[in-house]
């Protein structure tokens, strides 16, 4: 079993960033690929970033790319996102997920999820 909490999200104008942390309470955090995806009203969930259990291998969504930066703290059990020059369509609830020993892009191949959190970004 695996609990993933996010923190982080919030309002900010378009230009700005925010940092969104996912703490995960799983038993081998090492042994775990963590990714960010996102919803937006009437949209599909869709892959935003996701870094890699096994080396530290990062993916991005092209929208994402050179904007946003995925890391981890294996010490804390905390994987961040750091985005930058956030725009309007940015603005979705962010969701962490966990894969055990696996590096999936698709969600449906990730076991444990957060609850999500809401990024607004005005224009």
């Known amino acids: 079993q695996g609990q993933l909490v996010e923190y982080g999200g919030g309002l900010v104008q378009a230009g700005g960033s925010l940092r969104l942390s996912c703490l995960a309470a799983v038993r081998t955090f090492t042994s775990y690929s963590i990714g960010w995806f996102r919803q937006a009203p009437d949209k599909e969930r869709e892959f935003v970033a996701a870094?890699?259990?096994?080396?530290?291998?990062?993916h991005y969504a092209d929208s994402v790319k050179g904007r946003f930066t995925i890391s981890r703290e294996n010490a804390k059990n905390t994987v961040y996102v750091q985005m930058n020059n956030l725009k309007p369509e940015d603005t979705a609830v962010y969701y962490c997920?966990?894969?055990?020993?696996?590096?999936?892009?698709?969600?449906?191949?990730?076991?444990?999820w957060g609850q999500g959190i809401q990024v607004t970004v005005s224009s």
């Open positions: 997920a966990a894969a055990y020993r696996n590096d999936p892009l698709t969600a449906s191949l990730y076991d444990y």
């Open positions: 870094i890699s259990w096994n080396g530290g291998a990062t």
